[in-house]
C-alpha cells in the first residue's frame, strides 16, 4: 500500500518520539525534519538519513510532502499549523492544540480556509483505558453522571525542562480535561480554580506547581482535577494518573500508576511506561504508534479521525477558563464554541 510522505515540525523531546514512529510506520515515509535550531534539526535527520528544513515555508516549497506533525511548544502552535493548514496539508498537532481560545480558533479557521485536515494528538484517545472507559459509559453502564474526578501528577523536572514555555494546565492537564468530557460524553459549564507555586519558582521557573480546580456540568454534575508537576524524581513513576467516574448505576475507575512492571534495586524502585510509547523489541509501541498509524491511516484513506477539530478546541475552552478563573479568583464559565 502507498505510504504517506511526512515531515515533523519540531526537533525536540516530542519531535523526536514522532520522528521514531513515522520511520518506524510501515504505512508512512519519513522524509524531512523541520526546525528553526539548525543543529538540533540536522542531528535528528541525520539520525534517519532525511532532508534537514530550515522553516515550514522552505518545506512547503516541497510538494511531495503530504503530512506534517507538529510537535513545536505550545505557544508556538497557531503560526506553524495554520500555515501549513493553509497550503491544505494534512497535520498532525501535538496537544494542546493551542495555549489559548483564540489561538485554537484561528488554527480551525486556517484549516476550514485552506482544506488542510487536522487532528490534534490527544494520545489517551488511543489508552485501551480510556477508550474502553468511554464505551463503557456510552453503552449504559454506569448510568448518569453523578461526579468525577481525575488527576496527573508529573516529576519535577517536566516543569523545570519546560522553563515557562507552557502552564501545567496546558502541558499535563489537557489529557484530563480532555478525557473528563470525552469518556463521560458531558461538557464542563464552569470552573473554580487555584494554584500554588512553590517549587519551580526555586529553579527559577516562572510556572505553577500545581492547579486544582472545581467543575460544573452542563447537565448540574461535578467534578475536579488535580494537575501537578511537583513530584520528586524519586517517585516510581512519572505518569501517575486516574480518572473516576460516578453514575446513577455504578462506578468507573482508571489508574494509570501501575503499568504492570515494577524495576527494583538499591538505588530505586522504578515503574516503566507500559502503554504510551514503550519500546519492545527495538520498536516504538503502544499509544503513540496507534496515534500515528490512525492518523497516515485516515488521511491515506479519506477517513474521519476519531477526535474532532471541536472537541479539541472544547478542551482548551476549559483550560482557558481554569487559567482565568486562577487570575481572578472567581468562578469562570467555559467560553461557548
Known amino acids: 500500500m502507498r505510504r504517506l510522505k511526512m515531515a515533523i515540525v519540531g526537533a525536540g523531546v516530542m519531535g523526536q518520539m514522532h520522528a521514531r514512529t513515522v520511520a518506524e510506520c510501515d504505512s508512512a515515509e519519513l522524509v524531512a525534519i523541520v526546525d528553526l535550531n539548525k543543529a538540533a534539526g540536522e542531528a535528528v535527520a541525520g539520525q534517519y538519513g532525511v532532508r534537514y528544513i530550515s522553516s515550514v515555508e522552505e518545506a512547503l516549497k516541497d510538494e511531495s510532502i503530504e503530512a506534517y506533525t507538529v510537535a513545536l511548544p505550545d505557544r508556538l502552535h497557531v503560526e506553524a499549523a495554520s500555515k501549513l493548514l493553509m497550503a491544505g496539508k494534512a497535520v498532525l498537532l501535538e496537544k494542546p492544540m493551542a ?37 463503557a459509559v456510552r453503552s449504559g453502564k454506569i448510568g448518569d453522571l453523578v461526579h468525577a474526578h481525575a488527576k496527573r501528577f508529573s516529576f519535577q523536572e517536566v516543569g523545570i525542562r519546560m522553563r515557562g514555555t507552557s502552564s501545567v494546565c496546558f502541558y499535563l492537564g489537557i489529557h484530563d480535561v480532555d478525557a473528563m468530557q470525552w469518556v463521560t460524553g458531558k461538557k464542563v459549564k464552569s470552573v473554580f ?12 521557573v516562572s510556572s505553577e506547581d500545581a492547579i486544582f480546580a472545581n467543575f460544573l456540568y452542563e447537565d448540574g454534575a461535578i467534578g475536579n482535577i488535580g494537575i501537578s508537576w511537583a513530584m520528586p524524581e524519586y517517585m516510581p513513576s512519572g505518569i501517575n494518573a ?30 516503566p511506561d507500559g502503554l504510551h510509547w514503550p519500546e519492545v523489541h527495538g520498536r516504538i509501541t503502544g499509544d503513540l504508534k496507534d496515534e500515528v498509524l490512525h492518523f497516515v491511516t485516515s488521511v491515506r484513506d479519506g477517513k474521519d479521525f476519531i477526535i474532532s477539530v471541536r472537541e479539541a478546541m472544547q478542551a482548551v475552552a476549559v483550560n482557558d477558563a481554569i487559567l482565568k478563573s486562577v487570575e481572578t479568583g472567581k468562578i469562570v464559565d467555559v467560553e461557548a464554541l
Open 99 to 135: 495555549d489559548t481560545l483564540e489561538g485554537a480558533r484561528q488554527i480551525a479557521e486556517a484549516a476550514e480556509k485552506g482544506g488542510g485536515r487536522l487532528m490534534v494528538a490527544h494520545i489517551m484517545r488511543f489508552d485501551p483505558r480510556y477508550a474502553t472507559a468511554a464505551e
Open 242 to 271: 486516574s480518572l473516576e467516574i460516578v453514575g446513577t448505576k455504578g462506578v468507573l475507575q482508571i489508574d494509570t500508576s501501575d503499568h504492570g512492571l515494577t524495576v527494583i534495586n538499591r538505588d530505586a524502585v522504578v515503574i
Open 193 to 204: 480554580a487555584r494554584s500554588v507555586s512553590k517549587i519551580m519558582p526555586s529553579h527559577g
